[in-house]
Structures are given as C-alpha cells and as structure tokens.
C-alpha cells in the first residue's frame, strides 16, 4: 500500500493526471444491488460514493484489474439499496473524480411497477457512416425519451438490452473505448446495459473483463448466457456462437424457462441472442441452433400462457415476425451503427412468419406494464438510411396482452352446398370481430378433398394482414376475409373452415367445417404433366439457360407454394441470366370443339420471385398440327416476391391442335435467377354441344372397351405418341404397363 502511495505521489509530482478510459456505466442491478464499472489509464484505488441526494455521504471500495497496459478496470458493488430508489453516485480513483451520476434500483416484483426497455444490436462502425452510432445514442434514444417522455433517464428507462456485435474487432482494444463505451457514455452511467455475445466480439477477452453479468448459467459459461428478472420480466441472454452451441445450454434454458413458468411474478420471457433463425434480409446469417431455441419458447408461451420474444440482430435492418400458431414474437432490433443490409445486396427471402423488413437504422423500445391486466408494448424507432432520413419515427408497432380476449369464431360463408363451379372459387368468411378490440392480424384457411371418407389437405394458407418486403406491403389490396383459389375438379366433394388471428396473437376458434360439392366441370383435368415439379423436371424442354427443381431453401431459395418442390427456371444452384422451358400439349381430340370455336383454355398457376427483382413470365402459345405457332396469349408474370397465384382464360384458335405452355426466368438483380413457379395449369372448356362422352381406355371412342383399345394403347407406348389422357388408366400422368393391365382387368369384368 505504501509504494501505491508513492507511486502515486511520483506520478503527480511529474505532473501526470490519471483520466477515466471509459467513464462510470452499470450493471446487473437487482431491487438491492447494483454494479458500477469504470476504466482508467492507471492503476489507482477504486471507491464509489453514492447516496440518496447528491450530497452523497457513503463510500465503497472495490476491486481493479489490468485490462491492457496500464488501465485498470474497476468494479464496485453496492448492496444494502431499496428497490425502487433513486441514488446518486460518482466514482473515485485516488485524485481523479467522476460526475455525479444517479440510477433507479429496480422495483421489487410485488409492487406490479412498469418498465421500459431499449433493445438494440450490430452498432460496431460502418465506416462509410463512422458517427452513427453515436447519432443513435443521442440524437435517437436520448432524444425520444427526452420528448416522449422526460429527460430524466433513470426514471425513463430501466434496461439497455444488446443483441451481440458491439464492436466491429472484438480483440481491438481502441473498438471497445472510442467506438462502443465513448458514444454510450451519457446513457450506461444512468441505465445497466445487458450484452450477449456476437460473432464480432468472437468470445475474446475484452468482452468478460467489461461486463460483469448474472453469474447464473451453467457452471463454466457463466457469463455466456444468464438471466435476470425486472418486475414482471425475465429477460435471458444466450451465446449463439457457433462453438457455444451446446445441449448444456438448451438444458439451462428450459429450466430457466420452466423456472419463470411457475413463477406467479413472471408474466412475459425476452431472450436476446445474436443469430438469427430466418432472416429476410440476409439469409445467409440464419442458423439452425436459434431455431431450436424458438422451438422452446413456443413450446414455454403454449404450456404457460405467457408471451415471448426473442431479439437478434446479426443481419443489419429491423424485421418482426411471429411464430404462426404461438404468442412469440421474433424480432431483429439491428442495426445500431453497423453498415446496412439493404434490399437488393444480398440473399434474401419473404419468410412467412414476418410482416415487417426494413432496411434502416434505429432501436426498439418496449414498454411493459404490470399489474391485474400486463401488457407490453413493442416499437421501433427509425433513423432512415442513406436515401431516407427519419428523425425517431415509429415504423412498427405491436401491442400485446397476457389476458387476450381471442377473436370469435368466423362463419364460412361461401362455397357451401351444392351446384358450385369449380374453375373460379372465391372463399369467403364472415366479419372479424374481437370483443376486446384488438385488429385483425392474420386469417388461415384449409381446403379438404374426400371429407367423409379420410379428409385429404389439399391446401394450407397461412395470410398475414401485411407483409413489409421489399418497400412494399404486399398484402395492401388484400381482404383476409376472402382467398381466391386455384380451380378444383368437377363433381367432387370438398370442404373447408377458416379461423382469424388478432393483432395480439390470439387465435379464433375454427369455423365449423363447411361442405361444398362442384358441379360437373366442362372443363378437362389439368393437362399439364408434373406441374408443381414433384417429379423433378421430368416433362419440361429446357431451351435455353438452367432449370431446377428445388426443395424447401435449396440453395437459399424459398418454400414450395404447395408439395415438397418448385421449379426454378434460371435455377439459383447453377444460374443464368436468362430461361426458357417448354411443356408441349396435344389437343387434337377436342378438334369439334376447337374447330366449331366452342373451347377456351384455362391457364396459370403460381409465380414468385426472391427480392422483387427477377421475373418470372409465363405464356401460353397456340399450335396447328404442323407445330406452327397460330397465336399466342398475353404473359402472365409478377414482381412480388411472395407467391402470387395468376391465371388467364383465351379462346383457342380453331386450327389448334397443340398448346405449348412457355416458363421464362429472367435476372435482374444478385447472382440468383430466381424466377420461381409452382402448382401449374392448363384446362379446356368446351361448350356443351360438342362434347362427347368420356369413357377411359375408349381409344377409338366406339363406345366399347374391347381388344381394339388395348392395340392403341400398346402402340401408343411402343411409338412414344403424345400422352392422352383417355389412356392413362390410373391418371399418374405417363401412359405405361399399368395402364394396359388396368384396361385388361375391366374387359375382363365386362
């Protein structure tokens, strides 16, 4: 002690006056606690006087350590305090003072006080906008809360949560002092901050010698996920990190989960982790271990009734989301500081579960509320971009309550009985209504075939009240009380139900399940074969450029509209710049419709693209015997970059004998083509007067199955003719063996 004295007194005798490094900023408070941490460029005694006015009048000691060089890291912890208590406080090293500072301890959890949270990530330096995040500090959080509410911060805010990648160089020392600490500066010496490792931080030393965080994870990764409870709040931070993606750590998260389930003072869980499970705006960054953490908050929001969030960021630009039948959000708070992801740079995809992507800077704040009726309240408040600038504006807002009120089950309205056309249905249910006032988010419904029998899905539509992709809502025009479907068979029973969802993630009960039957159709089958690529691209002529057939995200790509496949014309495994694919079908046998003017075509499907750059055409052209284009109809294409069912009806010219369905892919933007269809179509309808009728395996429509159709058949498979569908026995599509054996077995039964 006597030599740090005189090391002292040397020191100042030469003149040299000690500095703060960083200045005084707080962690881990608890109603009774509080950490309070500083840096200085000397080692020195480490105090913190403090009391409840700024006449202070206590002192505490604490402990220093080297960080680099010289400084030395202090850390006091004060104990003894009162929840809910303002104290003042500045920090003391030998002859060098700070300001006096004050915190409010946080309340104690039966006094059902409310609290404010910011929630932020991703503020390491954009050095093509190297203040940022220093705007966002002062010009953003301080600013807001100064004129939403007061400047009094303590009072104002309780927590800092940040989401990873605080620094750009986890192992640069001047990262940590000029580009994090100094900016944050005026706000962590009045709020305790909760960090989570990014992948910029990289688990280096830095990280634990600044933050001293709950020291409740697992034995040995204390400090690399942990939890801390603030009135009716836990929030949990967790190590994403791919060499810390441990079972120990999911096992420590369910029962912390299962801890907060049966804990009557906990009424909401908020997780902060830095990677993201699905990101719109960079897909590149998702990781599968942050779904495995969703998993288990959806599973905890079910078995509890407790809603849930989880914040990340990692990908730069906001994004909210919901899980599709649980009360959690998924929200990206990014980006504080660090360069934009913007739309059109990189991998991107319009993930179901999210309704708002933006490419912006700026923070989330959330206000949750205690008490009879808890609530919270989610915001995020933009700073634009490099086109845009926005001054604090909310661009998103969600309201959320532990006692939701569901809406009340809709009905089904129309199809229903009997006598239903089946080319061109409308679903239609009855009005949203919510007793306790929350709008209409979401609307689901399910199309069954065969519902008597064993009920088969043939379709699951998940429609989400908007959807922010891209700069565009695509869902602006769109009713959630009315879905137009693709066309259904005719003379077939089908039913349905529908069931909405509020803006507070509660779900109405399903409506009753509706029957429907369709008239008989005078419209053929689908003539298209393998039209939702389910076959690969058996079928298809490619003409120029790359095709696939892709499952689920194969190769960044999107989900299926419906099956296990899609097609990518210009492909996104091998791209090019340009496609084309054709599908060639023989009309001939409705010649006495087509020649008598009496036949239309039906054509579409679905279209999608990725970003909203690429487009994907589709075209049907007529063709005479001789395989000569006659006419050809309009393209039916789109830009949105979700899947946009299209379709077109055409009179079919009356030399027609051919129709050859054209698939074009062209890229605009990335080095993806991703000109994306599924679930394709073509039809005929014929006018009544001139259709015969059908009998399968009647091949020279005599009107008796005999031993003459089985000789047209055979010579239909060994001569590789055109496929018929009076041939195809089994409709699977291809005209083989089994069609023969099928066709064997009914003369027989004759």
């Given at each position: 002690m006597l030599r740090l004295v005189n090391y002292i007194a040397v020191l100042m005798a030469w003149g040299y006056t000690q500095s703060f490094v960083v200045e005084p900023y707080l962690q881990s408070a608890t109603p009774n606690s509080i950490y309070i941490l500083w840096e200085t460029d000397s080692n020195a005694d480490t105090r913190v006087e403090w009391g409840t006015s700024t006449f202070l009048g206590n002192n505490t000691s604490g402990t220093a350590f080297y960080n680099t060089g010289n400084s030395q890291i202090h850390t006091v912890l004060l104990n003894g305090l009162d929840p809910g208590n303002r104290y003042y406080y500045r920090a003391v090293t030998s002859n060098l003072s700070s300001e006096i500072y004050d915190f409010i301890t946080p309340s104690d959890p039966s006094s059902e006080s409310s609290l404010k949270i910011i929630a932020m990530s991703d503020m390491q330096k954009d050095w093509s906008n190297w203040d940022k995040y220093d705007e966002i500090i002062h010009e953003g959080i301080i600013d807001y809360l100064t004129d939403e509410y007061s400047d009094d911060l303590p009072e104002e805010l309780q927590m800092i949560l940040i989401a990873g990648d605080l620094v750009d160089t986890g192992s640069n020392y001047t990262h940590w002092v000029d580009h994090f600490f100094s900016p944050s500066a005026p706000l962590f010496a009045h709020v305790p901050l909760y960090p989570v490792l990014g992948n910029h931080e990289a688990n280096t030393n830095y990280y634990f010698k600044y933050f001293n965080l709950p020291e409740n994870g697992s034995a040995g990764y204390e400090e690399h996920w942990w939890y801390i409870d603030n009135s009716n709040l836990r929030v949990i931070g967790l190590d994403s990190n791919w060499d810390f993606q441990l079972?120990?750590?999911?096992?420590?998260?369910?029962?912390?989960?299962?801890?907060?389930?049966?804990?009557?003072?906990?009424?909401?869980?908020?997780?902060?982790?830095?990677?993201?499970?699905?990101?719109?705006?960079?897909?590149?960054?998702?990781?599968?271990?942050?779904?495995?953490?969703?998993?288990?908050?959806?599973?905890?929001?079910?078995e509890c009734g407790k809603p849930s969030i989880h914040f990340f960021g990692h990908t730069h630009g906001y994004s909210r989301g919901q899980s599709q039948d649980h009360?959690?959000?998924?929200?990206?708070?990014?980006?504080?500081?660090?360069?934009?992801?913007?739309?059109?740079e990189w991998?991107?995809?319009?993930?179901?579960?999210?309704?708002?992507?933006?490419?912006?800077?700026?923070?989330?704040?959330?206000?949750?509320?205690?008490?009879?009726?808890?609530?919270?309240?989610?915001?995020?408040?933009?700073?634009?971009?490099?086109?845009?600038?926005?001054?604090?504006?909310?661009?998103?807002?969600?309201?959320?309550?532990?006692?939701?009120?569901?809406?009340?089950?809709?009905?089904?309205?129309?199809?229903?009985g009997n006598n239903i056309e089946g080319e061109s249905i409308m679903l239609e249910a009855s009005e949203f209504i919510d007793n306790d006032g929350d709008d209409l988010s979401a609307a689901q419904w399910r199309l069954y075939k065969n519902c008597e029998i064993e009920p088969e899905l043939l379709f699951d539509e998940f429609v989400n009240q908007e959807n922010w992709y891209f700069y565009e809502d695509t869902q602006e025009s769109l009713e959630l009380g009315l879905l137009s479907i693709q066309p259904l068979d005719g003379s077939t029973s089908y039913c349905w139900q529908v069931r909405y969802r509020d803006s507070s993630l509660g779900?109405?009960?399903?409506?009753?399940?509706?029957?429907?039957?369709?008239t008989e159709s005078q419209y053929t089958a689908n003539l298209l074969l393998n039209a939702g690529a389910e076959n690969g691209t058996d079928n298809w002529i490619v003409h120029e450029g790359f095709f696939e057939s892709l499952i689920a995200y194969q190769c960044d790509g999107v989900e299926p509209y419906n099956g296990n496949y899609y097609f990518a014309v210009g492909a996104i495994c091998n791209s090019s710049y340009y496609a084309e694919v054709s599908q060639t079908i023989n009309i001939s046998e409705y010649a006495d419709c087509i020649s008598n003017g009496l036949a239309d075509a039906h054509f579409g499907g679905y279209l999608s693209n990725w970003g909203g750059s690429d487009h994907p055409e589709m075209q049907m052209i007529y063709l005479d015997e001789f395989h000569n284009e006659i006419e050809s109809s309009p393209i039916l294409d789109t830009y949105n970059s979700s899947w946009t069912f299209l379709s077109d009806w055409q009179p079919?010219?009356?030399?027609?004998?051919?129709?050859?369905?054209?698939?074009?892919?062209?890229?605009?933007?990335?080095?993806?083509?991703?000109?994306?269809?599924?679930?394709?179509?073509?039809?005929?309808?014929?006018?009544?007067?001139?259709?015969?009728?059908?009998?399968?395996?009647?091949?020279?429509q005599d009107e008796i199955l005999n031993i003459l159709d089985i000789i047209i058949m055979v010579n239909i498979i060994l001569e590789g003719d055109d496929y018929q569908l009076q041939a195809d026995m089994n409709e699977d599509g291809s005209i083989n063996i089994l069609d023969i054996i099928t066709l064997v077995n009914i003369i027989l039964e004759m």
């Open positions: 079972d120990v750590q999911l096992n420590w998260l369910e029962d912390v989960l299962t801890d907060a389930c049966y804990n009557p003072q906990i009424d909401f869980v908020f997780a902060q982790l830095h990677h993201p499970y699905k990101s719109e705006l960079w897909v590149d960054g998702n990781t599968d271990y942050t779904g495995q953490v969703i998993s288990m908050m959806e599973a905890f929001t079910d009360e959690h959000l998924m929200v990206n708070v990014a980006t504080a500081g660090g360069a934009i992801d913007y739309w059109g991998s991107q995809a319009d993930y179901s579960e999210f309704t708002v992507s933006q490419d912006e800077w700026g923070f989330v704040l959330v206000e949750v509320n205690a008490g009879d009726d808890p609530d919270f309240t989610l915001k995020r408040i933009s700073r634009g971009n490099r086109d845009t600038f926005r001054d604090n504006e909310i661009r998103d807002e969600v309201y959320i309550k532990l006692h939701n009120e569901p809406p009340v089950k809709p009905e089904a309205l129309y199809p229903v779900w109405s009960p399903w409506s009753d399940m509706t029957d429907f039957q369709t079919v010219p009356e030399e027609t004998a051919y129709i050859q369905i054209l698939l074009m892919g062209t890229r605009y933007a990335g080095s993806d083509n991703d000109s994306y269809f599924d679930d394709l179509f073509v039809k005929l309808f014929r006018d009544e007067s001139c259709m015969t009728t059908f009998i399968a395996g009647d091949l020279n």
